[in-house]
């Protein structure tokens, strides 16, 4: 019988798998696996900020004042008449706690909740409002994030996807850099799902203190990019829609909701940095 060499039919040194595609497959996976662990430990901190008081909020972020006051002036009369708007407002949207107003000289356009009941508004905000409803809506926007308490919310998720993070795969470590996008996207869709609940409430806070919703998209029209090229995959993963799609959004809940437009009132002149 004649020998003839040849090759075996499977080498078990030889890996017939293909690496690209456990890779992906194992990826998904744990992304997913991810999500539902994000999604179940959100639901946690939600239920947990239910029960944390107005009054106990205060108290554990008393330290605010501090740091604070060294960034305020406090007798620059803008603040009082913001005071003034935010105390007016909330009688609208039944806020029965008092909230503090800082006016914070900066370029920026925004405003925001922060613990323990501040609203901090930086100055450059009252640089793209001209009507004293357009201010409001954006006061009005935040005084829903403190009726849904969403400053806690937010920041109790934030503090608890990172630990759940640094725990699964240590602090710093490539692998939770690696899936920090998971964790991002997860935040980012429900910030976008609380901004378009306060945007709503907003509305109707304008409605019940001025008759209208006059004036309610003037800050998102100023703030507009001046090309009409849309950013169709950032804003998915920011936690504010963005600024036209929110101009439409706005639109279209004062129509379900059927709530009139009309005049607008000139900014008061203390507020109004042209003057």
């Known amino acids: 019988m004649k020998y003839i060499p ?7 040194n030889v890996s017939h798998d293909q690496p690209v595609r456990e890779f992906v497959l194992l990826f998904a996976g744990i992304t997913f696996v991810l999500l539902v662990v994000f999604w179940t430990l959100g639901l946690f901190v939600d239920k947990a900020i239910d029960y944390i008081s107005p009054e106990m909020e205060a108290t554990i972020f008393v330290s605010v004042d ?8 406090d007798n620059d009369p803008r603040q009082e008449e913001l005071q003034r708007m935010i105390d007016a407002l909330r009688k609208c949207i039944r806020i029965d706690y008092p909230l503090k107003v800082h006016l914070i000289n900066s370029d920026e356009a925004n405003a925001l909740a922060f613990p323990g009941g501040r609203i901090f508004v930086f100055s450059g905000l009252l640089d793209k409002v001209l009507s004293e409803n357009g201010l409001s809506f954006i006061l009005a926007h935040e005084l829903a994030h403190f009726k849904n308490r969403d400053h806690l919310r937010g920041m109790g998720r934030g503090i608890v996807f990172t630990a759940a993070a640094a725990l699964m795969s240590g602090a710093g470590s490539d692998l939770t850099q690696l899936f920090a996008p998971t964790a991002n996207f997860s935040q980012a869709q429900y910030s976008q799902k609380r901004e378009n609940m306060a945007d709503q409430q907003a509305l109707q806070v304008l409605s019940c203190y001025y008759g209208h919703v006059g004036g309610a998209t003037e800050f998102f029209e100023a703030m507009k990019p001046d090309n009409k090229k849309s950013n169709l995959v950032g804003h998915y993963f920011s936690s504010h829609p963005e600024a036209v799609k929110r101009i439409n959004n706005l639109h279209k809940l004062t129509s379900d909701l059927n709530l009139a437009i009309e005049e607008v009132l000139i900014l008061p002149a ?6």
Not at 6 to 12: A, E, H, K, M
Not at 66 to 73: H, L, Q
Not at 270 to 275: K, M
């Open 6 to 12: 040849s090759l075996p039919g499977r080498n078990d």
């Open 66 to 73: 501090a740091s604070v006051s060294k960034s305020v002036d």
């Open 270 to 275: 203390i507020l109004n940095s042209q003057n």
